[in-house]
């Protein structure tokens, strides 16, 4: 069954370093969208991608943050200059359609994020 | 600003027995509404949703069960197996405002023993 990969699985970094997650949604999908989960926390959205620019973004998704597809297959999201309450784990989804309700998001086994 | 709870960290339920699972949201505009499970070291994975103009969707051991009035929902799992030990999340939507986004609750990590 197609899935969404991500990598890695758990990224370790000092505070003020730039990360870059990667991700490789379903083949066929056209909507990306990252979320992350900080420990103990509700999973939060980031941002929505479709048409090679951003459709919906939060709050949480400032200037240190951007999302890019580089290439036919991968998705990334990178934080310029990583802070401690950065870390979390972020999730990536990605869906054929528009979602909800008209198509379901799928999502990857995320990536720990540590910044210390 | 929780506009999705579940107020229960945690639910212990013996094997065969019901596993019920509640989940209540603040913002009327939802309208669309999502369980997912989560194993340790996986992604979410849907399990069951709800449009609001339903009360009700049934998918085999799954049952999910909406009360617009209250603004409440619930996953019944009947009858529960340990396999289903996991952490669910309910998630909203307001497609009808134009977003995709999901909006989730924090979790409800189910135990299911023998």
């Known amino acids: 069954e197609p899935e969404v990969t991500q990598t890695p699985s758990h990224q370790v970094t000092q505070m003020g370093q730039e990360v870059i997650l990667r991700c490789v949604p379903i083949?066929?999908?056209?909507?990306f969208y990252w979320y992350r989960q900080i420990l103990g926390q509700k999973v939060e959205f980031l941002v929505s991608f479709y048409n090679n620019e951003i459709s919906e973004k939060s709050e949480i998704f400032d200037d240190q943050f951007s999302v890019e597809r580089p290439d036919g297959s991968n998705f990334t999201l990178k934080i310029r200059s990583t802070k401690l309450e950065d870390s979390a784990m972020y999730f990536c989804?990605?869906?054929?359609?528009?979602?909800?309700?008209?198509?379901?998001?799928?999502f990857g086994a995320g990536t720990r994020l540590s910044v210390l | 600003d929780q506009q999705v709870k579940q107020n229960s960290p945690s639910l212990s339920v013996q094997e065969g027995r019901i596993s019920i699972l509640n989940c209540d949201y603040t913002n009327s505009m939802f309208d669309y509404f999502l369980w997912y499970k989560k194993y340790p070291a996986e992604g979410p994975t849907f399990l069951i949703s709800?449009?609001?103009?339903?009360d009700k969707n049934e998918d085999g051991r799954f049952t999910v069960f909406l009360n617009k009035s209250a603004k409440h929902l619930s996953l019944h799992i009947v009858p529960s197996q340990p396999g289903d030990s996991a952490v669910y999340f309910c998630?909203?939507?307001?497609?009808?405002?134009?977003?995709?986004?999901?909006?989730f609750g924090t979790g409800t990590r189910l135990q299911v023993f023998p």
């Open positions: 083949s066929n999908h056209l909507y």
């Open positions: 998630a909203a939507s307001p497609p009808s405002l134009g977003t995709d986004k999901l909006i």
């Open positions: 989804a990605s869906s054929r359609a528009r979602a909800n309700p008209y198509d379901l998001q799928y």
């Open positions: 709800i449009s609001s103009i339903k």
